[in-house]
């Protein structure tokens, strides 16, 4: 069975950047497993998957724009240090920010007696990325996997 639209997949990835450093890996673990075609993973790991079968061992090279984005350093803002009330705050430290365009996750990238240093990029804004993947498995999503939009039952969500 090829991957295709609401198959459910499952994969073995290990994830470096172009320097070779490995920044995330489901080997030792569980594979990995999502529904093909509603968004579940970054567009560029989707299309480079698309049409394999298990047992398919393959390498993906995702350019940012169809990973996580450019970096836009609009999302790097310095804020008073007040606004973070009596909490101890630290570098890499993540926080929910209320923004004009909804909730976003910042992370704090530098901390000062008067300000902090948030950024609103994903961590991998900007960054090639290189995926080294094997197909585990491939079979149908069932009704009430495609109807929450994610993967039930052994290796996915139980309710």
Known sequence: MQISKNKVVSIHYTLKDNEGTTLDSSLGGEPLMYIQGIGSLIPGMEEGLEGKVKGDKLQIHVKPEK?????????????PRSAFGNQDV?????FRAETGAGVQIVTVTEVSPDSVTVDGNHPLAG????????????????PDELAHGHVHGPGGYEH
């Open 127 to 142: 960054v090639d990325l290189n995926f080294t993947v094997e197909v585990m498995d491939v079979r149908n999503a069932t």
């Open 90 to 94: 630290q570098v890499g430290m993540r």
């Open 67 to 79: 990973g996580y984005g450019l970096r836009d350093e609009r999302l790097v803002q310095e804020v």
